[in-house]
C-alpha cells in the first residue's frame, strides 16, 4: 500500500519538555508507495521450439508477465547455459528474433519498475529453451572421385559415402538424378530417384544411356524440426551410342575356292567427338572385321581389316563376318560395339570327283572340273 513517515522531536532542559504536554515538533512527510508485485511470466512461442540450424527463433510471447504500464519496462536476454544471461538489447513486451541459430539457445524475459532512469526492481521470466537441429550431408564419390565417365547402356560403380553425415537428429536419404538432353547441351531437372541408402549401388542406378548427375538429400528429424543438406554432385559421363550398321548384302553364296567380292556396312561409326559434359572429352572411332567359322562367334580379327569394307581372300568353307566399331575417350575410356549384323558367306562344297567303271580294257579316273570361267561376253541375240 502506500505509508507515510515523519519525525517528531522534543527538547528536555532542567526538567522541562518542550514542547509540553507530551507533544512533538514534526519533520515533513514521507511518502513509501509500495507497487503492486512484478511479475515474471513464462516465456512461450506461435512456433515449434526445435529449428533448422540457420533459421531464427519463432515470434516469442510471455504469459502471465505484468503487462506493459506506467514505469515498466522489458528486457529480453538470452543464455546458451540458462545460466549466464546476455542482454540483447530488445525492449518490446514481444519479440519476433531474426538472428540465425546455430546452437541451442536459451529466452527469457526481464520485467522492471523504474522511477525515471532508476530501476526499481525487477523479475525474471520462466526460461524457454529453442532446439537447434544441425545437419551436414557429408560428401560422396564414384570411383574414387566425383565423376566417372562409361559406355553406352552399362552401369556405373556403386556411389558410396566418403564423408559421413551428421545431425542433431534421426538421420534419412533421398537421391535425386539430373539428366542430359539428348542434344547434350543442357541438364534436366532434378528429380528423385525413390532409393532411401546411404549408398547408391550400381544394381540401384542401372544401365544408363545418357549422362547422369546424383547428389544426395540428408534429412535430421528432431521433434517437429526436419532440416536437410545436399551433398556434392556426382556426374556420370555416358559416352555416345555405338551404331549396329546394316550390311549392304548379309549372304553370299560362292564356290569353293572363290571369293565374294567386297563386303560392306552402311552407318559405320567413323571420325571423331566431343562429349560436352565434363567441360568435354575428345573421343574417336576405330573399326575392325571380324570373322568366325561359326555363326555368332566367337570371332577373331581379321589382320589389318581396319576399313569400312573388306574383300576376303579365296574361301574353302562358309565363314561369318561382322565389323565391330570401338569407341576411345581421351580418358582412356573404350567401349566396343555389340556384334554387328552378321554377314554370312556360304561356300559351296566341291563336287565329288565320278568314278569310271571299264567295260574294256583299262580306265583311268579324272578329277572333275568344278568350274569353267568363259571370258568376253555373247554377241548380240546370243546366249551362254
Known amino acids: 500500500g502506500t505509508h507515510r513517515f515523519r519525525r517528531g522531536?522534543?527538547?528536555?532542559?532542567?526538567?522541562?519538555?518542550?514542547?509540553?504536554?507530551?507533544?512533538f515538533e514534526y519533520s515533513n512527510e514521507v511518502t513509501i508507495t509500495v507497487a503492486a508485485a512484478l511479475v515474471g511470466g513464462t516465456v512461450g512461442t506461435v512456433g515449434n521450439t526445435e529449428i533448422c540450424s540457420g533459421d531464427n527463433a519463432p515470434p516469442l510471447t510471455v504469459a502471465g508477465g505484468t503487462a506493459a504500464g506506467a514505469n515498466i519496462e522489458f528486457l529480453w536476454e538470452t543464455s546458451l547455459d540458462d545460466v549466464n544471461w546476455v542482454p540483447a538489447g530488445v525492449t518490446t513486451e514481444a519479440w519476433d528474433p531474426a538472428d540465425a541459430l546455430a546452437q541451442d539457445t536459451y529466452y527469457h524475459r526481464v520485467v522492471r519498475r523504474m522511477d525515471g532512469l532508476v530501476e526499481l526492481c525487477r523479475e525474471e521470466s520462466a526460461s524457454l529453451l529453442i532446439e537447434v537441429n544441425n545437419v551436414t550431408a557429408g560428401a560422396i564419390e564414384v570411383a574414387g572421385g566425383t565423376d566417372e565417365t562409361i559406355c553406352y547402356n552399362t552401369a556405373p560403380s556403386d556411389i558410396t559415402v566418403d564423408v559421413l553425415a551428421t545431425g542433431d537428429g534421426a538421420l534419412t536419404y533421398a537421391w535425386y538424378e539430373s539428366p542430359r538432353n539428348a542434344a547434350d547441351t543442357a541438364w534436366g531437372a532434378w528429380a528423385a530417384t525413390g532409393d532411401t541408402n546411404a549408398d547408391l549401388t550400381s544394381v540401384e542406378i542401372g544401365n544408363l544411356t545418357v549422362s547422369t548427375r546424383f547428389y544426395r538429400g540428408v534429412t535430421s528429424t528432431s521433434g517437429a524440426a526436419a532440416c536437410t543438406a545436399d551433398s556434392n554432385v556426382i556426374t556420370i559421363a555416358v559416352t555416345p551410342e555405338i551404331a549396329d550398321p546394316t550390311p549392304v548384302a548379309a549372304a553370299f553364296t560362292i564356290c569353293y575356292g572363290d571369293s565374294p567380292g567386297t563386303l560392306q556396312y552402311t552407318g559405320v561409326d567413323v571420325g571423331a567427338g566431343t562429349m560436352n559434359v565434363l567441360g568435354g572429352i575428345n573421343y574417336n572411332f576405330t573399326n575392325q572385321w571380324m570373322e568366325s567359322p561359326v555363326t555368332g562367334g566367337p570371332y577373331?580379327?581379321?589382320g589389318g581389316a581396319t576399313g569400312t569394307t573388306y574383300r576376303p581372300p579365296a574361301l574353302t568353307s562358309t565363314t561369318y563376318y561382322i565389323l565391330r566399331s570401338t569407341l576411345t575417350d581421351a580418358n582412356g575410356v573404350v567401349c566396343t560395339s555389340d556384334t554387328s549384323n552378321e554377314i554370312t558367306v556360304t561356300v559351296n562344297a566341291l563336287p565329288t570327283a565320278p568314278t569310271a567303271v571299264a567295260d574294256n580294257g583299262t580306265i583311268t579316273n579324272q578329277e572333275q572340273v568344278s568350274r569353267i570361267t568363259v571370258g568376253g561376253a555373247p554377241a548380240a541375240a546370243e546366249i551362254y
Open 9 to 23: 522531536a522534543r527538547s528536555t532542559y532542567l526538567g522541562v519538555d518542550c514542547p509540553s504536554a507530551a507533544t
Open 300 to 302: 577373331v580379327a581379321v
